[in-house]
């Protein structure tokens, strides 16, 4: 699984889209390029397969995601489907969980299809999809100066 990790790496790096990546043992960690708070996209290795996720310690930060979720009415799992799509990838999203670890992070997460565990490049579609959906909503894009 980690040499799956390793080599999402480049494209992690060579995409632009994060402020910056980081290797952890059992996953890899893309922070949130223009987020005014902490928060990060990550790949991690669970019980042999691939989860991807976006986490923050903010309580704000997750609420204005959950706010624009509500107001626009799409289901997240469609947004990333539609980021999915958009990268060559046709298939349906198993739901997205949204929960406060014991961390206390807030969470948005969900596993990757099988074929995923063994795909550096399907693995990297969801990264991206993931970052691409969640930039849109709430002010984890930075939103505009008031």
Excluded at 27 to 48: G, I
Excluded at 95 to 109: C, G, P, Q, S, V
Aim: glycine share 6%.
């Amino acid at each position: 699984m980690n040499s799956v990790l390793l080599s999402v790496l480049p494209h992690a790096n060579a995409r632009g889209v994060f402020r910056s990546v980081e290797v952890l043992p059992d996953r890899l960690r893309c922070h949130a390029k223009d987020c005014p708070e902490p928060a990060w996209y990550e790949l991690a290795s669970s019980d042999n397969q691939l989860v991807v996720r976006f986490a923050t310690p903010d309580r704000w930060l997750s609420e204005s995601i959950e706010s624009d979720l509500m107001h626009f009415g799409d289901p997240l799992e469609e947004l990333v489907e539609e980021e999915l799509a958009e990268l060559g990838w046709k298939g349906k999203l198993p739901t997205i969980k949204h929960f406060r670890d014991d961390a206390k992070l807030y969470t948005f997460e969900n596993r990757l299809p099988a074929d995923a565990s063994e795909s550096a490049e399907l693995a990297a579609k969801f990264l991206f999809a993931y970052e691409a959906a969640f930039r849109a909503l709430g002010d984890v894009g930075g939103g505009e100066d008031e």
